[in-house]
């Protein structure tokens, strides 16, 4: 079983910059694609970025090429999500998860965190 806690969200004007961090238990990181997920109020939960074991391949929602970056240090079973010129359409709530492969479908991922707050002010 793996275990993963998200923090690193806060409230944010537009055009600043946050960075979460998703902390995963276990000895297993290394072996799972990795994937950021957010959900905004009232609607479904979105892909946002995804990278590989090894971080050799990453992928980026068309909303946040440019500005996100998705990067992970397995020796410390962590995956970070770098935010930069934040948007008020970048407020959800933010998840990581943790799947055998790479993809944009949440069904992929058997593992999801409990969520930190991202919120961006006009």
């Known amino acids: 079983q793996v275990q993963l806690v998200e923090s690193g969200g806060g409230l944010v004007q537009a055009g600043g910059s946050l960075r979460l961090s998703c902390a995963a238990s276990?000895?297993?990181?290394?072996?799972?694609?990795m994937g950021w997920f957010r959900q905004a109020p009232g609607k479904e939960r979105e892909f946002v970025a995804a990278i590989s074991r090894i971080a050799t391949i990453t992928s980026y929602a068309d909303s946040v090429k440019g500005r996100f970056t998705i990067s992970r240090d397995n020796a410390k079973n962590t995956a970070y999500l770098q935010m930069n010129s934040l948007k008020p359409e970048d407020t959800a709530v933010y998840y990581c998860a943790l799947g055998m492969k790479i993809t944009t479908q949440q069904d992929d991922y058997d593992y999801w965190g409990q969520g930190t707050q991202v919120t961006v002010s006009s």
């Open positions: 276990g000895r297993t990181f290394s072996i799972y694609g």
